[in-house]
């Protein structure tokens, strides 16, 4: 879930202000002249996969003629500068660090946050209230659902919330789900490994083992933080990164459970590009790229929170080379524990590697998926990394980590079926195997990669006009101009 950065060189006052990026904004510089168009503003976690699509979001409700306001904390912000000129960006003080993460874990580290941030977040949000002419000037506000402790604030200025939910709709489902599990039965169950493999009840295909439980924190602190992520509250509607063609019948079980309309506007990064990587990206793996014949490579990136052991990576290696295939591999710094980057791996892992693969820091993924050398994308099929790769046609391997990866994966298996689960230990000889099954031609791989290009045609179709997604986003937009948007 989130991003392992050195925190950055700011005030780290405990005083409940709110801290304007310093740079001008023409409703700063007219601040008595009547605005325009009406604001929207965002309250994203500060984590890249999140991060990523509600600035997409930003970008698209943008294009419909609103302003967009985003309010962040401290850690991992984004800048203006990252072609975001149009936004106003205002930070709300905070004293959680990159040590924080570090010692608290994921989860705790967002449970705190929602703890600490609640006062001055309302502080900060009732200044950017005195700055509008009207309280009908913002449209709503939208927060990501990690972002709960916001919704207080808006309850107590009375205005309209909506929940972002950058996971899909069967995700969502599948969290509201373990919030009313008894966590000691269920930590039980999960001990047997036929129950591990057995169905659970309701969610099908999804296995016990498929659940978005938690690697960075216990049970316990899963369910906990769910509970609190499913909670609508006040919300008047809640918004999907998704679209219908992938998953119908999760949305319309939302629909019927929430009792607030749900509105599934993705795939966002095809319908509203917008750059946000909190990482630099190295483009000279593109260069290496147009070396490759088409097809031929497997793409390699686990995210940006995986963590992966030296046997792991040299068992990669190892399987990756006598594929015989050629792989760009992203290896995020910090991803090797005790080690900045590759310096703790063995002489033979940089050997193996320099035979056939391209080692980056990190990557232009999106321009890395649409480049035609590339047959496949071994991922941890995070949320926005599947649609990313569905949306360009790419057929996958699916190695999840956590959380909803393990729910993305049952899907790219079973139900799209256009991924490979790569599941327990890793071999060169599992590893081997099923880069060929995926890239080398044959029958399997052919048909996956003919059902992934169906799905990227049905994907593109829904944000073009008149498409599902589309025609969500323009249902939601009008709703917006309703006088009792507030009581849906």
Not at 57 to 83: C, E, M, P, W
């Given at each position: 879930?989130?991003?392992?950065?050195?925190?950055?060189?700011?005030?780290?006052?405990?005083?409940?202000i709110c801290l304007p990026e310093l740079l001008p904004f023409p409703h700063r510089r007219k601040m008595d002249e009547k605005q325009v168009k009406r604001r929207i503003v965002l309250v994203p976690v500060p984590a890249q996969g999140h991060v990523t699509p509600i600035m997409q979001l930003g970008k698209a409700l943008h294009s419909k003629g609103f302003s967009i306001t985003v309010i962040q904390t401290q850690y991992n912000r984004v800048s203006s500068s990252q072609d975001f000129s149009d936004f106003q960006f205002l930070t709300i003080p905070g004293t959680l660090t990159d040590s924080d993460l570090q010692s608290l874990g994921a989860l705790r580290f967002l449970m705190k946050l929602n703890q600490i941030c609640e006062a001055s977040f309302k502080h900060c949000f009732g200044q950017l209230l005195q700055e509008q002419v009207s309280r009908d000037d913002?449209?709503?506000?939208?927060?990501?659902?990690y972002m709960y402790f916001s919704a207080a604030a808006f309850k107590e200025f009375q205005l309209p919330s909506v929940i972002f939910s950058t996971t899909n709709a069967t995700a969502f489902v599948c969290r509201s789900v373990l919030s009313k599990v008894n966590a000691d039965k269920f930590l039980i169950d999960m001990k047997d490994p036929e129950v591990q493999n057995s169905l659970f009840p309701g969610l099908h295909p999804l296995r016990y083992k498929d659940l978005p439980t938690s690697a960075f924190g216990t049970l316990e602190d899963s369910i906990s933080l769910y509970s609190e992520a499913v909670n609508t509250r006040t919300a008047s509607a809640v918004i999907f990164n998704s679209a219908s063609c992938l998953e119908s019948s999760s949305?319309?079980?939302l629909q019927r459970e929430l009792q607030v309309p749900v509105y599934p506007i993705g795939p966002l990064h095809i319908a509203a590009s917008a750059p946000s990587s909190l990482l630099e990206e190295d483009r000279s793996c593109i260069e290496w790229l147009n070396k490759q014949e088409p097809t031929s490579v497997v793409y390699i990136s686990l995210g940006s929170l995986g963590l992966m052991e030296n046997k792991d990576m040299l068992e990669m290696a190892r399987g990756l080379s006598n594929s015989n295939q050629p792989f760009l591999w992203v290896i995020r710094p910090g991803s090797v524990p005790g080690s900045e980057w590759t310096e703790s791996l063995p002489e033979e892992f940089s050997k193996l590697v320099s035979e056939r693969g391209y080692i980056v820091k990190w990557a232009p993924q999106m321009e890395v998926l649409r480049h035609p050398a590339v047959g496949g994308?071994?991922?941890?099929?995070?949320?926005?990394?599947?649609?990313?790769?569905?949306?360009?046609?790419?057929?996958m391997i699916c190695r999840p980590i956590t959380g909803d990866q393990k729910v993305n994966a049952r899907y790219l298996e079973c139900v799209w079926r256009i991924g490979i689960r790569l599941e327990g230990e890793l071999e060169k000889e599992t590893v081997e195997r099923v880069v060929k099954r995926l890239i080398v031609l044959g029958e399997e791989g052919a048909d996956m990669r003919k059902r992934a290009i169906d799905l990227k045609e049905k994907l593109e179709a829904s944000v073009r006009s008149g498409g599902s997604s589309c025609s969500s986003l323009d249902n939601f937009v009008n709703s917006l101009k309703t006088k009792n948007f507030m009581q849906q």
């Amino acid at each position: 879930m989130f991003l392992k950065l050195s925190y950055p060189q700011c005030i780290r006052s405990k005083v409940s202000i709110c801290l304007p990026e310093l740079l001008p904004f023409p409703h700063r510089r007219k601040m008595d002249e009547k605005q325009v168009k009406r604001r929207i503003v965002l309250v994203p976690v500060p984590a890249q996969g999140h991060v990523t699509p509600i600035m997409q979001l930003g970008k698209a409700l943008h294009s419909k003629g609103f302003s967009i306001t985003v309010i962040q904390t401290q850690y991992n912000r984004v800048s203006s500068s990252q072609d975001f000129s149009d936004f106003q960006f205002l930070t709300i003080p905070g004293t959680l660090t990159d040590s924080d993460l570090q010692s608290l874990g994921a989860l705790r580290f967002l449970m705190k946050l929602n703890q600490i941030c609640e006062a001055s977040f309302k502080h900060c949000f009732g200044q950017l209230l005195q700055e509008q002419v009207s309280r009908d000037d913002i449209a709503c506000v939208i927060y990501d659902e990690y972002m709960y402790f916001s919704a207080a604030a808006f309850k107590e200025f009375q205005l309209p919330s909506v929940i972002f939910s950058t996971t899909n709709a069967t995700a969502f489902v599948c969290r509201s789900v373990l919030s009313k599990v008894n966590a000691d039965k269920f930590l039980i169950d999960m001990k047997d490994p036929e129950v591990q493999n057995s169905l659970f009840p309701g969610l099908h295909p999804l296995r016990y083992k498929d659940l978005p439980t938690s690697a960075f924190g216990t049970l316990e602190d899963s369910i906990s933080l769910y509970s609190e992520a499913v909670n609508t509250r006040t919300a008047s509607a809640v918004i999907f990164n998704s679209a219908s063609c992938l998953e119908s019948s999760s949305l319309l079980r939302l629909q019927r459970e929430l009792q607030v309309p749900v509105y599934p506007i993705g795939p966002l990064h095809i319908a509203a590009s917008a750059p946000s990587s909190l990482l630099e990206e190295d483009r000279s793996c593109i260069e290496w790229l147009n070396k490759q014949e088409p097809t031929s490579v497997v793409y390699i990136s686990l995210g940006s929170l995986g963590l992966m052991e030296n046997k792991d990576m040299l068992e990669m290696a190892r399987g990756l080379s006598n594929s015989n295939q050629p792989f760009l591999w992203v290896i995020r710094p910090g991803s090797v524990p005790g080690s900045e980057w590759t310096e703790s791996l063995p002489e033979e892992f940089s050997k193996l590697v320099s035979e056939r693969g391209y080692i980056v820091k990190w990557a232009p993924q999106m321009e890395v998926l649409r480049h035609p050398a590339v047959g496949g994308f071994w991922s941890h099929c995070g949320w926005n990394s599947t649609l990313e790769s569905i949306g360009e046609g790419v057929p996958m391997i699916c190695r999840p980590i956590t959380g909803d990866q393990k729910v993305n994966a049952r899907y790219l298996e079973c139900v799209w079926r256009i991924g490979i689960r790569l599941e327990g230990e890793l071999e060169k000889e599992t590893v081997e195997r099923v880069v060929k099954r995926l890239i080398v031609l044959g029958e399997e791989g052919a048909d996956m990669r003919k059902r992934a290009i169906d799905l990227k045609e049905k994907l593109e179709a829904s944000v073009r006009s008149g498409g599902s997604s589309c025609s969500s986003l323009d249902n939601f937009v009008n709703s917006l101009k309703t006088k009792n948007f507030m009581q849906q």
